[in-house]
């Protein structure tokens, strides 16, 4: 494939793979599982868990516009299978805030010759991993879901803001370390 075409095209083109499918159908599946299994920490209009890790894989794995529609499929699937996990009703911009984040692994991690060790990119790997999960604490955790449950329980949103972000700001280092732990296993098995 070329490497110079769009990186939203290249992994637009890897839904035509059935490897694709059924690798990002097994992240889907272990991402609800382990949220099923309630593999988290549950602190006021703030969960904590571990599917990031999952999503992570797909964006590093096939991309963008991949992860984009596994953030869809797993908000919603997870939702469906099960309603009362975040103790209110369906809300989309909850989905909306999993779609970015896939936007996000997927523009950070994706590059398809590096999976394969044919071409070193500009940033290196644990520097792509730092600004990827810092872009999704501040963008996606604190300033998306932030509105999102200023909205769902009436309060004013700095008032949500403040309370979400020493939580958000204290499990980055936590997350990262876990990211550089899984994501190369993950690369190496994909080689």
């Known amino acids: 494939m070329p490497e110079n075409k769009n990186i939203f095209v290249r992994s637009l083109q890897e839904l035509k793979k ?4 059924v690798l990002t159908a097994m992240f889907i599946a272990m991402n609800i599982t382990l949220d099923l299994l309630k593999l988290r920490i549950d602190l006021p209009g703030m969960r904590i868990g571990v599917g990031f890790l999952t999503n992570a894989s797909v964006g590093m794995l096939f ?3 991949v992860c984009m529609l596994m953030g869809f499929c797993t908000d919603t699937l997870g939702f469906l299978l ?3 996990s975040g103790g209110n009703a369906y809300f989309p911009g909850y989905t909306l805030t999993a779609m970015v984040a896939g936007v996000i692994w997927g523009v950070c991690l994706y590059r398809p010759g590096a999976l394969r060790g044919k071409t070193k990119s500009a940033l290196g790997f644990p520097l792509r991993v730092l600004l990827a ?3 999704i604490t501040l963008v996606c955790n604190v300033f998306m879901n932030t509105a999102w449950t200023s909205i769902l329980l009436g309060k004013g949103v700095w008032v949500t803001l403040i309370a979400r972000l020493p939580a958000q700001m204290a499990y980055l280092p936590v997350q990262y370390l876990l990211l550089m732990a899984v994501l190369p296993i993950v690369r190496r098995i994909d080689r």
Not at 18 to 21: G, K, N
């Open 18 to 21: 059935p490897r694709c499918l």
């Open 63 to 65: 991309g963008p516009v």
């Open 82 to 84: 099960n309603p009362g």
């Open 133 to 135: 999960r810092v872009l």
